[in-house]
């Protein structure tokens, strides 16, 4: 990797420094390269290999301006999740100011990234149809679009920012029934670092055989 915002060919180095960014430059994305992240989204696998989504592109100013304030007037309007964003910018520890300070830009600037990319289940055929079975039908194919992303130098930003505007969002993308944004992707070039991302220890989180036994690395 040239710098910390530059594209990787490393499979490694993406997933490993593949990190939310909420910072945009105006720069628009060339289509060539929107197609090649969805594409890649598509090559994730399915229930059955049933594929039950489809992926709305948003690029016109007007139309992510119109997403981003439904945004901002949810955001207004939810007591409780300002105060829980105010009280991590003051947090001690610096990555959750750091994350908090960029939640609340990226509500305040959605539509200052180039394009959205909302992903939707598309009539689900299998018997995981509703709750959290039916995401794994689709999860996956996001997944392959932020790493493609990330390979092609794009930041990506994983949001449920859809969730509170189901309904204007069926209207104003005219989707047919039996389809459901699941989330909504804004994509850009970063005004932001890409950079290895603080997790829990992969110790911590695996358990072998049973719940709570661990074994040593090597």
């Given at each position: 990797m040239a710098d910390n915002r530059s594209g990787t060919d490393n499979l490694w180095d993406a997933l490993y420094t593949q990190r939310a960014i909420r910072y945009f430059k105006p720069d628009p994305v060339p289509q060539?390269?929107?197609?090649?992240?969805?594409?890649?989204?598509?090559?994730?696998?399915?229930?059955?290999?049933?594929?039950?989504?489809?992926?709305?592109?948003i690029q016109d100013a007007a139309n992510r301006q119109r997403i981003a304030e439904k945004l901002r007037t949810q955001f207004a309007s939810n007591p409780g999740m300002k105060a829980y964003v105010q009280q991590g910018k003051e947090s001690a520890d610096k990555t959750a100011r750091l994350m908090m300070t960029g939640v609340e830009s990226i509500v305040d600037r959605l539509?200052?990234?180039?394009?959205?990319?909302?992903?939707c289940l598309h009539n689900?055929?299998?018997?995981?149809?509703?709750?959290?079975?039916?995401?794994?039908?689709i999860y996956q194919a996001v997944q392959n679009i932020l790493v493609a992303a990330r390979g092609l130098g794009l930041g990506t930003l994983m949001s449920t920012f859809q969730a509170g505007m189901a309904k204007e969002l069926t209207e104003w993308l005219q989707l047919p029934p039996?389809?459901?944004?699941?989330?909504?992707?804004?994509?850009?070039?970063?005004?932001?670092n890409f950079g290895p991302v603080k997790r829990k220890p992969v110790e911590e989180v695996t358990h072998w055989e049973t719940w709570g036994s661990s074994k040593e690395r090597h």
């Open positions: 060539e390269l929107i197609w090649k992240v969805i594409e890649a989204g598509t090559r994730a696998p399915s229930g059955t290999n049933t594929q039950p989504w489809g992926f709305v592109v539509d200052a990234a180039p394009v959205f990319i909302i992903p689900v055929g299998s018997p995981a149809r509703d709750g959290l079975l039916a995401g794994s039908s039996d389809t459901t944004p699941v989330a909504l992707i804004p994509m850009g070039y970063p005004a932001a």
